[in-house]
């Protein structure tokens, strides 16, 4: 067993992370079958998603301050555990009730996530925290890929209870690896004498906590608001196949990878907040140059996925930063600060959501949603300028002249 000087190694976080997006989204392709076994209603059954992450947004909320006080060893441990247990019931139920029920407790799971996140930033410089958490984003970007075909393929073998038998199998493993390889990092000469309301209250009254939250939000939310009008306006503006859209949704991710290995190889080298704006940038860049040719009548399904690419390559660069930022806002706190910035973009991205799916579904143009997008990203970016600006105004006030 390691010790709290000697961190997991990179696979570990990234199976802790990974298995949580896993159990989210490898369950698309299965819930049809749910439905008809269960003879409940499909709207019904797709609560298991559409609750999954409603839940996660509490489990943030306590994962992140729990792990400030106990440790980061015993809540990833606690969590992997019910998790464990969890599926092994969801594979078991004969009514869609007890399935929901339980489907809601899997999302324990979302802690790892959390709790891996403040592993990286106890053992490593905000810098370097940031270039670590890039390369693990990048690994990381294949599980929604990867996750629904692995899911569908199951699912089609072996009936959609052997999905939740894969999860538990799978987390055993990962209880036995994290056993193993993750010491506890947690310094307790950092960890906070306040309770965890008032951590919250303390991170919450933070101009620096809002900044690098929101800019992350925005970020994420902008993919969000992609995936939420995609299909609608690939289907009826460019007539595409489900499988030709699936190919293109695939580019952003790839942008993603391609921005996150950018961030990690250069991000040691400047300020947080000078590749947070990079990123930023870079997104609202590509997304001007599609909405701008797509306005003037060159409606293409690579002129659209060509500008949406830069929201993948963007959030790439900007999405380690913010983390590393938002972890080092205060010291002692960064589960915490963690886990409340979980929380905040699984709200925002709710929001945006669902205010994506009421105006595409009454404007499925192309230029709509890709506007759709500008506008969040330009909060993003504006979030971005004032980190700098705080960032600067913090130096100053640290170095007087």
């Not at 490593?124 to 925290?129: A, M, T, V």
């Not at 699912?155 to 199998?169: K, P």
């Not at 930022?325 to 925002?348: E, K, N, P, Y």
């Not at 980190?387 to 105004?393: H, K």
Request: aromatic fraction near 10%; include cysteine; charge should be neutral.
């Amino acid at each position: 067993m390691k010790t709290a000087t000697t961190p997991p190694h990179r696979v570990t976080l990234i199976l802790m992370t990974g298995l949580s997006v896993l159990t989210l989204n490898m369950i698309l392709p299965a819930l049809n079958n749910i439905a008809r076994d269960l003879q409940a209603d499909y709207a019904l059954v797709s609560v298991a998603v559409a609750g999954y992450l409603a839940v996660s947004a509490g489990v943030f909320l306590i994962a992140g301050p729990l792990s400030d006080r106990i440790g980061r060893r015993p809540v990833v441990l606690g969590a992997i555990a019910i998790f464990i247990a969890s599926s092994v019931a969801c594979s078991l139920v004969e009514n869609v009730w007890a399935f929901l029920a339980f489907r809601m407790v899997q999302a324990a799971m979302v802690a790892c996530g959390t709790v891996s996140m403040a592993v990286v930033r106890d053992t490593s410089s905000p810098r370097e925290s940031a270039s670590i958490l890039a390369y693990i984003g990048m690994a990381m970007a294949l599980a929604p890929m990867l996750g629904p075909v692995l899911g569908g393929i199951i699912d089609t073998a072996f009936g959609w209870r052997a999905v939740f038998w894969f999860y538990a199998v799978s987390g055993v493993a990962l209880f036995a690896l994290v056993w193993v390889d993750q010491g506890e990092t947690l310094d307790p000469a950092k960890s906070p004498p306040t309770g965890s309301l008032r951590n919250i209250a303390i991170l919450l009254s933070e101009q620096r906590f809002w900044a690098f939250a929101i800019c992350s939000a925005f970020s994420v939310g902008a993919f969000f608001t992609f995936l939420t009008g995609v299909p609608l306006v690939a289907e009826r503006a460019f007539g595409v196949t489900s499988a030709e859209t699936g190919f293109f949704i695939g580019s952003i991710t790839l942008g993603f990878m391609f921005g996150s290995f950018l961030s990690g190889r250069i991000g040691p080298r400047y300020h947080l907040t000078t590749m947070m704006l990079v990123g930023r940038i870079t997104a609202v860049s590509g997304l001007f140059v599609g909405f701008t040719a797509l306005s003037l009548g060159w409606v293409s399904p690579y002129i659209f996925f060509g500008g949406t690419i830069f929201v993948g390559i963007g959030n790439g660069i900007t999405l380690p930063n913010t983390n590393a930022g938002v972890m080092s806002v205060r010291d002692g706190m960064s589960g915490t600060a963690a886990g409340l910035q979980s929380a905040f973009m699984s709200i925002v991205g709710a929001i945006l959501t669902m205010i994506a799916g009421v105006v595409i579904s009454r404007w499925a143009e192309p230029q709509v949603l890709i506007g759709l997008m500008l506008i969040i990203v330009s909060i993003a970016l504006a979030s971005a300028f004032w980190s700098r600006r705080l960032e600067t105004a913090q130096d100053a006030a640290e170095n007087p002249a």
